[in-house]
């Protein structure tokens, strides 16, 4: 992973505090190597609720690091 030169503290403190979590960084290593999923997809593989999951994903979004979609009814959370 290469960090940009032109992301600001705050954009590079965002990133980092995402990564930080040992589920976030599973997440996104799913995503990265799997195809795009639900976050009930995501949340299936996981001992934690539904909504701690989407919190994760919604922290990743934030950082930049994942992106939601809509498909239809689903959301598609793409790395």
Same mark, same amino acid.
């Given at each position: ?7 600001? *503290?705050?954009?590079? *403190? #965002?990133?980092?505090?995402? &990564?930080?979590? $040992?589920?976030?960084? *599973? ?7 799997? /195809? ?5 997809? &995501?949340?299936? #593989?996981? %001992?934690?609720?539904? $909504? $701690?999951?989407?919190?994760?994903? %919604?922290? &990743? /979004? %934030? $950082? ?5 979609? @809509?498909?239809?009814? /689903?959301?598609?959370?793409? @790395?």
């Amino acid at each position: 992973m290469v960090v940009r030169p032109d992301l600001s *503290d705050a954009d590079l *403190d #965002r990133l980092f505090r995402a &990564l930080a979590d $040992a589920t976030r960084r *599973d997440i996104v290593s799913r995503l990265l190597t799997d /195809e795009p999923a639900t976050v009930s997809a &995501l949340a299936s #593989r996981y %001992a934690m609720s539904f $909504a $701690a999951v989407q919190k994760h994903v %919604a922290v &990743l /979004e %934030a $950082a930049g690091l994942v992106t939601k979609q @809509g498909q239809g009814r /689903e959301r598609l959370v793409r @790395g």
